[in-house]
């Protein structure tokens, strides 16, 4: 590394002798040999164009340039350390921790199960995890209180990756627990009030964006319910339809949710920002995520 000819190694061997006093004893702590320092201490002079020690064979002292130049050499060579130091506990932080975010959507018991392989093998991670609101969420990843965020419907942005963790079936709960049969088409359904969660786990932005790219109109019920159990409920009251994931319907009739005869599905994601992904247990873990999760998630999302 070098600056307008000076280097990081004339830097420090010259900061060396300074606080030594010595040619051999700056040698010697450096592990280099005694013409090594001489010549990168010559060096600097001439990259600086002013005499830093004064030399005798007495003694070895700074000259009056020395004494304003050497303390700052000194400075930038301690700042290049520190920075050393800060990078690599930043690739193997003593404590290694992973914070994942996931909302209600996806569900604990889920993400952990999804999670236990890695887990496993990597048993000095520490994983912490933080149930939140699907926008706390994702301002919580921009501020980098949280490592990697997991649910639906997160926002695109170019400092982000993301990685698909699984798809899981959308079903319809008709008013009333009417039977709507095996499957029932998107443009029916948006004939018919829909109810909706209060939008902390992405459910209800997810099923707005759904009708949106459908060009279909939502007549949206104007209360909200912050459970999926409640969503049912509603449903059965008659109080309009539901939309709710298959895993999160308890005993409600339901059908099949398709448009162009094709299911229709939410799809889980991991997202993660990359400017983040410095220490070797976090791109231990995306390398999992992009390698592990997806086949594993087969054996646990339900269709």
């Known amino acids: 590394m070098a600056m307008d000819g000076v280097t990081v190694a004339m830097l420090r061997y010259a900061s060396a002798v300074a606080r030594l006093g010595s040619f051999s004893a700056a040698a010697r702590e450096c592990g280099v040999s005694q013409p090594t320092v001489s010549n ?3 060096d600097l002079e001439e990259a600086l164009g002013a005499r830093v020690f004064a030399r005798s064979t007495r003694r070895l002292s700074l000259t009056p340039a020395g004494e304003v130049l050497l303390p700052l050499a000194a400075n930038v060579v301690r700042s290049l350390d520190e920075l050393t130091h800060e990078a690599k506990m930043l690739r193997s932080p003593r404590r290694k921790l992973l914070r994942v975010g996931f909302s209600t959507l996806l569900g604990a018991q889920r993400l952990a199960l999804l999670m236990e392989p890695f887990a496993r093998q990597h048993q000095g991670v520490e994983i912490i ?3 939140c609101a699907h926008d706390h969420m994702e301002s ?3 501020a980098g209180t949280i490592d990697v965020v997991c649910g639906v419907n997160l926002s695109a ?4 990756s ?3 963790l699984f798809r899981e079936a959308l079903r319809f709960i008709a008013p009333h627990g009417a039977d709507a049969g095996e499957s029932v088409m998107l443009r029916d359904v948006a004939r018919t009030r829909l109810l909706l969660t209060d939008g902390s786990c992405g459910l209800a932005s997810a099923t707005r964006e759904l009708m949106t790219r459908a060009r279909l109109a939502i007549d949206e019920y104007p209360g909200h319910a912050i459970s999926y159990a409640a969503l049912e409920e509603w449903a059965e009251l008659g109080i309009g339809g539901a939309l709710l994931p298959v895993s999160h319907i308890r005993k409600a009739k339901s059908s099949a949710l398709v448009k162009d005869d094709k299911p229709i599905t939410l799809t889980y994601e991991a997202v ?3 400017d983040l992904v410095v220490g070797d ?4 873990f995306v390398t999992y995520l992009r390698s592990v999760v997806s086949r594993l998630a087969r054996g646990i999302a339900p269709t």
Do not use: G, N, P, Q
């Open 281 to 284: 247990h976090t791109k231990a």
């Open 157 to 160: 942005h170019k400092s982000r």
């Open 40 to 42: 990168a201490v010559a």
């Open 129 to 131: 995890y933080k149930e």
């Open 140 to 142: 919580r990843l921009d």
């Open 272 to 274: 993660w920002r990359k």
């Open 162 to 164: 993301r990685h698909m």
